[in-house]
């Protein structure tokens, strides 16, 4: 059997890393068994559901390169389905019409909170047969068995036994024409061959209502693993509600998409002591049932950390669209400046994500826009500081072909020309091409410069100088 797993949002909000860590082991656990990956928006909350919140799962999905095998399903394209299965679970005497008031199902729940019973749906209709009339108040209720219990063996959280006594007869469709939640799931799980639920454990709860409707509709029950929750700082879980951030927010932060997912496969499950993982290498060794049964706490720290990792490791020319985008995003004039690849190599020690490299970056696609008053004074306002720019001046302009190189060598040349170290020339130059005392190193920072930048820059810091 072709080993089926689904990820299920609400379009209520953006996709946070809660959600995305979901999706990613649901993703990686039909990979790693040869299997089927399925999206499905469960949208049939219509108040909070929202097109915009669609759009940014399917961008965050896209983002973190999680795609999918089929779908993504809408559940308010399904509704004629729902209602068929539901009418005939009533047929088949599985379930039945009730029409409680919303008066009387109040009266019913304020009885049993005097009487200090837990509130649960007393059953009236549950044998009464009564027939389908136009009634506003009308509702399918699943009959939940009464005895016995719901037995399952969770990959994550092991054997779960629940006692049909807990369990009252459910509302499966409701009298505005729309399915519930526990309902619409098994109807979709089932007609989607989806043989192992991964879901966060906020559903655990409703696993066994599903069972019993599994069993009523004559279907096998899958494997089921429920993820602990992920929780933010404040030790609360994380949700679009409560503390999360759209995973779009980590791109437009500088985070590199293969680093959160590295970071959020970490986050709940491990590989012995390994920390940094290919996503071949997460595929073959990633197994659900290997997650931890504790919940996690988000820590952007490690995030940071891990995207340097990939900074400073990756091919510079794999980490260019991702750059780019920043440099886009930053307004720059790309074409202008230096190659980005080559930014990659001087500043990926330097910056622990994009969009700091991309900031860093700045005075080699544009003017400086700053200078450090402190810089100027010490090393512009220096004696050597006018005969060393003059002697860099000419040799720079002279490199034949631009390079790391022969920048260095020039540097070299215009030091030994006026009988100083390196640094008398590479100070007073660094200031000059950034404003700033700090950047990676000389050769480096004046060769991405461009020539003509280059040179023009020393030019006016000699005019500078004149002031
Ligand atoms: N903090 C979290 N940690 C782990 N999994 C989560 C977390 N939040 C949601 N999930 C899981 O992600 C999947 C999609 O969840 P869903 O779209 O309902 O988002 P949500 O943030 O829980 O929504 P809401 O803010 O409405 O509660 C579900 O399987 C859910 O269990």
């Known amino acids: 059997m072709t080993v089926r797993t689904r990820f299920a949002p609400s379009p209520t909000g953006y996709l946070h890393i809660g959600g995305a860590r979901t999706a990613l082991y649901c993703w990686l656990e039909s990979r790693h068994r040869g299997g089927e990956f399925i999206l499905r928006i469960e949208d049939t909350d219509r108040e909070r559901s929202t097109d915009a919140a669609v759009q940014a799962i399917l961008d965050g999905m896209r983002w973190l390169d999680l795609g999918h095998d089929e779908g993504p399903y809408y559940q308010t394209l399904r509704m004629e389905r729902y209602r068929q299965v539901a009418e005939d679970l009533v047929r088949a005497g599985k379930a039945y019409y009730a029409y409680e008031t919303k008066e009387?199902?109040?009266?019913?729940?304020?009885?049993?909170m005097a009487a200090n019973v837990k509130p649960r749906y007393n059953g009236a209709y549950r044998d009464r047969a009564e027939p389908l009339r136009d009634d506003p108040n009308r509702v399918i209720r699943f009959k939940n068995p009464t005895a016995g219990s719901v037995v399952f063996n969770?990959?994550?959280?092991g054997r779960i036994e629940w006692s049909?006594?807990?369990?009252?007869?459910?509302v499966i469709f409701r009298s505005d024409g729309f399915p519930t939640y526990n309902f619409a799931v098994v109807v979709d799980d089932i007609d989607m061959k989806i043989t192992d639920v991964i879901r966060g454990d906020d559903h655990v709860n409703n696993t066994p209502r599903q069972i019993n409707i599994y069993n009523a509709?004559?279907?096998?029950?899958?494997?089921?693993?429920h993820l602990p929750m992920i929780l933010g700082p404040d030790g609360q879980k994380l949700s679009k509600r409560h503390g999360a951030v759209s995973v779009m927010q980590y791109r437009d932060d500088g985070f590199l998409p293969h680093a959160v997912l590295n970071y959020l496969v970490r986050l709940g499950w491990s590989h012995g002591d390994q920390e940094i993982f290919s996503r071949r290498e997460m595929i073959d060794l990633f197994d659900v049932a290997d997650v931890n049964v504790s919940a996690?706490?988000?820590?952007?720290?490690?995030?940071?950390?891990?995207?340097?990792?990939?900074?400073?490791n990756d091919d510079p020319a794999e980490l260019v669209p991702h750059f780019l985008w920043h440099l886009d995003a930053a307004g720059y004039d790309v074409?202008?400046?230096?190659?980005?690849?080559?930014v990659i190599?001087?500043?990926?020690?330097?910056?622990?994500?994009?969009?700091?490299?991309?900031e860093k970056a700045a005075v080699w696609y544009g003017p400086i826009r700053e200078w450090d008053d402190a810089a100027v004074a010490k090393h512009l306002k220096s004696a050597t500081a006018v005969p060393a720019l003059k002697a860099v001046h000419a040799r720079l302009a002279a490199v034949a072909e631009w390079n790391v190189e022969n920048v260095h060598k020039a540097i070299e040349a215009a030091a030994a020309a006026i009988g100083e170290g390196m640094g008398k020339v590479a100070q007073p130059l660094r200031v000059a091409m950034t404003g700033t005392q700090v950047s990676p190193s000389i050769d480096h920072t004046v060769f991405l410069a461009g020539q003509s930048r280059a040179v023009a820059r020393v030019e006016e810091a000699l005019k500078r100088i004149g002031e």
């Not at 049909?164 to 459910?170: P, S, T």
């Not at 509709?217 to 899958?222: D, H, R």
């Not at 074409?335 to 080559?342: F, K, L, N, V, Y």
């Open 296 to 312: 996690a706490r988000f820590d952007v720290e490690k995030l940071s950390w891990l995207n340097q990792q990939y900074l400073k």
């Open 335 to 342: 074409a202008s400046g230096p190659a980005p690849a080559d």
């Open 104 to 112: 009387e199902l109040e009266a019913m729940r304020s009885q049993q």
């Open 345 to 358: 190599v001087a500043l990926r020690d330097r910056a622990r994500t994009l969009k700091e490299m991309a």
């Open 217 to 225: 509709l004559g279907a096998a029950a899958p494997a089921f693993a």
């Open 154 to 157: 969770d990959k994550v959280k």
């Open 164 to 170: 049909n006594e807990e369990l009252d007869d459910l």
